[in-house]
């Protein structure tokens, strides 16, 4: 092979590279695509991929040494509520309390209560009490009533105390325990089920 002929046969070589590697991109891209392609054919098709929803435990707000009062539409006091700490979790309708207390008026009788532990809704008509439970139901003639228990329930408007565990009553000087209790304002009577005890006053 002459001198010639060799140089030819490398100035065509090198043209054959360089256009080899000016379209090298191009060509990694479609057999990219192509592989991509079946892949795709093969597996199945995922739009979007979730866990499981789970609900937000998060607190929706926290209170500290905290005082709350709802008013009627002619501006009185209708229910007082006090507490060390509260804590509303988020999405929640309710409210978890620490040392709780309260004060409620309806048109014949005056309510004061505490707790350790409360549950109280949003709405304020219901306050679900736990552990020294403590109750003192004033009339408007002067005459108490006094519930104890580590479990009561006390619903506003209308006025009802009940409990499923057991509780102690006292009124004046005469007391009584039993295994539960429903009080209602409305007919002004207060049901003892379960081991009933009293004790009165001799008169």
Known sequence: ????????????????LNHLLGHAPLALMVLLA????????????????????????????????????????EGKARTTL??????????????????????????????????RKGLVQDDGKQFTLTSHVVIDK???TGGTTHFEGERMVFNANPDTITSDTPVRIQNGKNTFTANSL??????????????????????
């Open 82 to 115: 006090l507490g060390q700490q509260a804590e509303h979790p988020m999405g929640a309708k309710e409210m978890h309390i620490e040392q709780l207390s309260f004060s409620a008026d309806s048109e014949r009788t005056h309510y004061l209560g505490s707790a």
């Open 1 to 16: 092979m002459s001198t010639s002929q060799i140089r030819q046969w490398h100035t065509w070589l090198l043209g054959w």
């Open 182 to 203: 429903r009080y209602q304002s409305a007919d002004q009577q207060i049901r003892l089920n379960g081991r009933v005890k009293m004790t009165l006053e001799r008169r």
């Open 34 to 73: 192509i592989a991509s392609f079946a892949i795709f054919k093969q597996g199945p098709l995922v739009l979007f991929e979730s866990s499981p929803a789970t609900e937000n435990q998060s607190a929706g707000y926290f209170l500290n040494q905290f005082t709350a009062t709802e008013y009627t539409q």
């Open 138 to 140: 004033t009339t408007p």
